[in-house]
């Protein structure tokens, strides 16, 4: 072999491991991340399913043409559950159920795992929390992920967190 050659060998090498180096730590990374945004996804989906639980319901008894299009264009615009003037009201008792049922923000965030209210600028304040926000007479969640960018519910919906709450069956 000339020395050429074994250079280039010697670089092949180097550049697999380097590239094989850099995959593992991006797996690694990528695991932790999954692993902390647990909690959110979990509180997300327990507010999305409890959403799409009672717009079901809504649907089914309201016979009004009028509220049955305002029950319908809140879920399809915004996955939001549209209660008009109670608005206030459900979002208490919510906020109440599902700080309850929640699990803890694993990223360390502190406070309630739900909150009504403004959703802060600094990106860190507003991570690993479900906001409920009411709107024009309907109440909507978002979810912030580690980093504080909103996590996309229609997509949430179609990849939940799910826990099993009874593990024998």
């Not at 590239?19 to 991340?33: D, E, K, P, T």
């Not at 649907?59 to 608005?87: C, F, K, M, Y």
Request: aromatic share 12%; proline share 4%.
């Amino acid at each position: 072999m000339t020395p050429n050659q074994a250079a280039r060998r010697r670089f092949a090498i180097f550049l697999f491991a380097a590239i094989g180096l850099y995959g593992i730590f991006a797996i690694i990374l990528s695991w932790q991340v999954i692993q902390k945004q647990d909690s959110v996804r979990n509180n997300l989906s327990i507010a999305l399913n409890s959403i799409d639980f009672l717009h079901q319901r809504q649907l089914d008894l309201d016979t009004n043409p009028s509220s049955r299009q305002d029950i319908l264009s809140a879920w399809e615009n915004h996955r939001a559950l549209w209660v008009g003037s109670n608005a206030q009201r459900w979002s208490q008792a919510f906020l109440s159920e599902w700080n309850n049922a929640a699990v803890p923000p694993a990223c360390g965030a502190a406070g309630a795992a739900f909150i009504l209210g403004k959703v802060p600028a600094n990106k860190s304040a507003r991570a690993c929390h479900v906001y409920l926000a009411i709107v024009d007479g309907r109440i909507q969640v978002t979810g912030y992920d580690t980093q504080g960018a909103a996590m996309d519910n229609f997509y949430e919906s179609l990849y939940p967190f799910r826990v099993d709450s009874n593990p024998t069956h």
